[in-house]
């Protein structure tokens, strides 16, 4: 699977926009991005999954280059509340086994 | 609530002790995972089960033993544990093993202390 790397941590203040970028160059043709959000001492939670061009929810979007070798987590205007790791995920689609595997993700702390 | 419990949210136990940890999901998802996370280090996948059937063992030491009766319970059966398995052991399920069915519902965890 393919191995991702992304920033160990940002800092923003409130109201802000947040990008995280995530680079991913060895994504295969059935690979599926998958971002996912984490508090202290709570599992995961999902946050927002693409495989190519542009995914909005009503979260986050998620923005993937035509060669899908990066993608970018927008957070708009941020909240002391979205303070929070945030890890970026590559998964095997359809027909392939799946086994998600979490790198160090990147801790974003929001202020005041 | 995300739909996967997991009990006891706290355990502190000996070296010598055997406990066991449980979860249990109501989103009618075939696989189950268990997850462990130390202390700043990040999520490392220690056992998938899928109907019922273990697909992945990530070189998990055999002092934790699964099992999964049915595709909604799933257990970490705990025995001889070190200090360093210290941890906040996490449970979740998906509808699938494929990556594009969609996420990993995770429980809030079970935090294990060993002394």
């Known amino acids: 699977l393919a191995k991702t790397t992304q920033p160990i941590s940002m800092d923003s203040y409130e109201g802000q926009e947040v990008n995280i970028t995530c680079s991913h160059n060895?994504?295969?043709?059935?690979?599926?991005i998958t971002w996912y959000q984490q508090f202290p001492s709570q599992g995961p939670r999902f946050i927002i999954q693409g495989y190519k061009t542009k995914v909005t929810n009503e979260v986050a979007s998620l923005f993937i280059p035509a060669d899908r070798k990066s993608s970018t987590l927008s957070l708009p205007r941020v909240s002391l509340s979205d303070t929070a790791v945030y890890y970026c995920?590559?998964?095997?689609?359809?027909?392939?086994?799946?086994?998600?595997?979490f790198g160090a993700g990147t801790r974003l702390a929001v202020h005041p | 609530e995300t739909g996967v419990t997991q009990t006891p949210r706290h355990l502190v136990m000996g070296m010598t002790n055997k406990k066991s940890l449980k979860c249990e999901q109501h989103l009618g998802h075939n696989a189950m995972y268990w997850y462990k996370q130390s202390a700043k280090k990040p999520l490392e996948l220690m056992f998938v089960y899928n109907f019922k059937e273990q697909t992945e063992n990530n070189s998990v030491p055999s002092r934790f033993s699964p099992e999964c009766p049915n595709s909604s319970h799933l257990f970490l059966h705990l025995h001889t544990l070190q200090p360093e398995d210290s941890a906040l052991y996490l449970c979740a399920s998906s509808q699938g093993l494929a990556g594009n069915t969609g996420e990993l519902f995770f429980g809030e965890g079970s935090r294990l202390t060993v002394l």
């Open positions: 060895n994504i295969a043709t059935n690979d599926y």
């Open positions: 995920l590559v998964a095997r689609g359809s027909g392939g086994y799946n086994k998600l595997i």
